[in-house]
């Protein structure tokens, strides 16, 4: 008995597992709170807009339906399919960068240019671009992981090629997705196994480059003076932050009621998107952030450990896809966070599942229906593994021949020949 709970047990350490159903219910989970929120947050300026409530509400209602729409076909389609469209995706990313900045096409907001009408939803093509990007750098990586890793040429080549893509964002601008793409791009690299001074040459030049665009521009250094004293111009360059902290500090421990936020009523801007966590804080208090940002430290994890699974199983696009798309999704809830909080400087980066905006929802659901195609691809590697282990590991049945049990009368086979001559030549003779 003993013997065979301790064979047995080798058996369940190896069966894998499938880290998709809780990547898929904390995604679930924080679309939902990401429903509500927006919905409490939005009700005011839709009414004040459009003279309709629910109007946001509404609009965030089709949004969830076309995320869950896209990201059942993104679930469908299989990564060599994303591995081997990693050119045309880049290619495609660059059009869209380039089509936006046309007049006529590209629409502004807040003086940026980032986005393209198609009737229902407006596009935001930095949205958009981020998973071509990532598609196309995972499949380089694994066409080039020696050259990667052994030669500095095979390091840069890609940060190189995405260079003309930095340009285009920020001629937007759009300084935040450039961030969040690059600090991805980058953390692909690192787990791919570049050299570690060759990666630190690299990111401190780009740290750099990052320092040079926010000193050479004007209303990215009054945003960063705006960050480190927000009161000194309370009602100007840091409006924005100064409500957002006071609806920090009315929620205290607990908030003071899903639906009863005071700074959601036309004095924090932006209140249904880039701060929607802000009044989450207020209505909800510091243990509703907390929550919230525990989920998402856990869905990253998740996103990570099955990225690690996929590396083992050798499905190695699939891993660096993972990797990446985990970095950008927990880089940029945490942007999102610590500019709503004050620890960051003021940009407009939307909260990944919460945020209302159809581009950011839609691209966030389809980040996490590739990521558990990842899985799944992943799991189906390691079960075949198993079963062609397990049968080479079989005992071999030995199969008994019949034998053929001889009366004296008939005798050996060669007794029988012989008989069966002596017989012919009696015959003739």
């Given at each position: 008995m003993a013997n065979s709970i301790n064979t047995a047990e080798p058996s369940l350490a190896k069966t894998p597992v499938d880290l998709g159903v809780w990547l898929l219910l904390t995604a679930i989970t924080l679309a939902t709170i990401g429903f509500i929120m927006v919905s409490s947050a939005s009700m005011d300026i839709s009414e004040r807009l459009v003279g309709n409530p629910f109007h946001f509400l509404q609009r965030h209602l089709i949004y969830l339906t076309m995320a869950s729409l896209f990201a059942s076909l993104a679930y469908q389609v299989s990564l060599n399919v994303w591995k081997k469209s990693g050119v045309f995706l880049l290619v495609f990313a660059y059009l869209l960068l380039i089509v936006v900045l046309i007049p006529g096409i590209g629409k502004s907001v807040n003086g940026s240019t980032r986005w393209i009408s198609l009737g229902l939803i407006t596009v935001q093509v930095s949205e958009v671009a981020k998973i071509c990007v990532l598609a196309y750098v995972a499949g380089y990586l694994v066409r080039r992981n020696s050259e990667v890793r052994e030669k500095f040429w095979g390091f840069i080549k890609p940060v190189l090629i995405l260079s003309g893509m930095i340009v285009l964002l920020l001629k937007e601008p759009d300084f935040g997705a450039v961030v969040v793409i690059m600090s991805a791009v980058f953390g692909m690299l690192f787990l791919a196994?570049?050299?570690?001074?060759?990666?630190?040459?690299?990111?401190?030049?780009?740290?750099?480059?990052?320092?040079?665009?926010?000193?050479?521009?004007?209303?990215?250094?009054?945003?960063?003076?705006?960050?480190?004293?927000?009161?000194?111009?309370?009602?100007?360059?840091?409006?924005?932050?100064?409500?957002?902290?006071?609806?920090?500090?009315?929620?205290?421990?607990?908030?003071?009621?899903?639906?009863?936020?005071?700074?959601?009523?036309?004095?924090?801007?932006?209140?249904?998107?880039?701060?929607?966590?802000?009044?989450?804080?207020?209505?909800?208090?510091?243990?509703?952030?907390?929550?919230?940002?525990?989920?998402?430290?856990?869905?990253?994890?998740?996103?990570?450990?099955?990225?690690?699974?996929?590396?083992?199983?050798?499905?190695?696009?699939?891993?660096?896809?993972?990797?990446?798309?985990?970095?950008?999704?927990?880089?940029?809830?945490?942007?999102?966070?610590?500019?709503?909080?004050?620890?960051?400087?003021?940009?407009?980066?939307?909260?990944?599942?919460?945020?209302?905006?159809?581009?950011?929802?839609?691209?966030?659901?389809?980040?996490?229906?590739?990521?558990?195609?990842?899985?799944?691809?992943?799991?189906?590697?390691?079960?075949?593994?198993?079963?062609?282990?397990?049968?080479?590991?079989?005992?071999?049945?030995?199969?008994?021949?019949?034998?053929?049990?001889?009366?004296?009368?008939?005798?050996?086979?060669?007794?029988?020949?012989?008989?069966?001559?002596?017989?012919?030549?009696?015959?003739?003779?």
């Open positions: 196994g570049v050299k570690f001074s060759q990666y630190m040459l690299a990111l401190s030049v780009s740290l750099c480059a990052g320092a040079a665009m926010i000193f050479s521009s004007e209303y990215r250094m009054n945003r960063l003076i705006a960050y480190l004293d927000p009161w000194s111009d309370q009602f100007g360059a840091g409006y924005q932050l100064v409500q957002s902290l006071i609806a920090f500090g009315r929620g205290d421990l607990s908030g003071v009621g899903l639906g009863n936020s005071i700074q959601k009523l036309s004095y924090l801007p932006e209140a249904h998107t880039d701060f929607v966590f802000a009044v989450l804080a207020e209505e909800f208090g510091l243990m509703g952030n907390l929550f919230v940002i525990g989920l998402y430290l856990f869905m990253v994890v998740v996103i990570l450990f099955i990225g690690r699974a996929a590396e083992k199983a050798k499905v190695l696009f699939g891993a660096y896809m993972a990797y990446g798309l985990g970095i950008m999704l927990g880089l940029q809830a945490f942007v999102n966070i610590g500019v709503s909080s004050g620890l960051l400087p003021t940009k407009g980066l939307t909260l990944p599942l919460m945020s209302y905006g159809g581009s950011s929802l839609i691209v966030s659901a389809v980040i996490i229906a590739i990521i558990l195609r990842v899985n799944k691809e992943t799991l189906a590697m390691l079960n075949e593994s198993k079963k062609i282990e397990s049968s080479k590991n079989a005992p071999v049945k030995k199969v008994k021949r019949k034998t053929i049990k001889h009366t004296e009368n008939i005798g050996s086979p060669k007794e029988q020949r012989s008989w069966i001559s002596r017989w012919t030549k009696e015959a003739v003779s």
